[in-house]
């Protein structure tokens, strides 16, 4: 079963590319590796490419990759589509003749066109929609969506590069060159950011990705079953190679033959085992920092956050009004701060201000408000704590 290995190797190598900065895997050798691919070999290979070849070459090649991966471009959105419809052509030719089946009727085509046509839609809408960039004409609205919450955005500073106030949770995207409200993150198979105004998009591509995932895998599981009768091979007897008898066939050895004999069928098995569990896996990790009420730029200020925890250096500060608010005083600053305090010991303590509950939180991704309606009411809450 050398085959199977190598796809367990390189599914694992997959995933530890996607998933392997995730808060999940943080300390866990999922996170070394994911280090180690993405820096540590990359640093080995500049510092041999420079002594072994000409600074020159290695120059040019920094500049293409950052072209690639530094900027916004259409190369990784043309694979990606490319990669679906290749897929889905195999999907068209070797499995979708055979249904329906013995396992599966022919109203199966109904959702199945449907899931489709949502994952197509929704892709095509996240890629071209306006992810929520602040320009002149629209950022003293956009600074009224969110209020700074004292903590991972402690006041409204200028972005260095737009020279436009920097709305609370928007982010300066590098490779776009431009702030965005709400960022999540830049998606290099979307070629767009991922913010406020275009996350349900991204939210209804994942889960409807996720079902064309797993719907294919059933569908998969009854043709190859369903192949196992055409080819009379459920009850055909065969030889068996080592003690020579003439014994029923097996259900894998009936499996692996129909692969042998179909070889479109084994890479359409591929595809499904690589792409189902790290589709599902990330779509169920959207899902959760939006039902928590943080973004995956956020979830990093978090850490910092607890990072600061631990540290002791994050406390609860009584402001003159009697208000209170949660405040990183840096231990050099801590004898010049005279307002009353006390230290936070667990991260538990503190509110995540943009946290509405699960439910708002999401109904929020999915129908954001617009900016003039936020600025109508315009909220007047600070970060309070338990
Ligand atoms: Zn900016
Ligand atoms: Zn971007």
Redesign the pocket.
Known sequence: MKFGFDLLVFTAWVFVLILGRNRMFRDTIVERAHVYCMETLPGRIDRWARAGISDAVVDRAERVWLALFGRRNPVFQIIAVVLYFLGLAVFMTQAAPMVPNRYMGAWHWIPIIATLAVNMGTYAAACVADPGV?HAGNVAQACQVFQPDGLLYPDTPT?R??L?A?PARSK?CAACN??IQMMDHHCMWLNNCIGLNNARWFLGFLTSFSLVCIYGSYIFATVILELRHTRGLVGAMVRNEETGLIVPISFRTSILYLLDQNVMLAVLLVLLVILTPAIVLFTAYQVRIVSLGYTSNEEHKWLNVADAVKDGVVFVVESEGGREAVEVIEVEDQLKDLRPRRVVKDLAEINNRYHRGAWSNLMFVLFPPSAEACTRTKSTKTTHVE
């Open positions: 602040v972005c590069t737009c436009l920097k300066h431009q702030c």
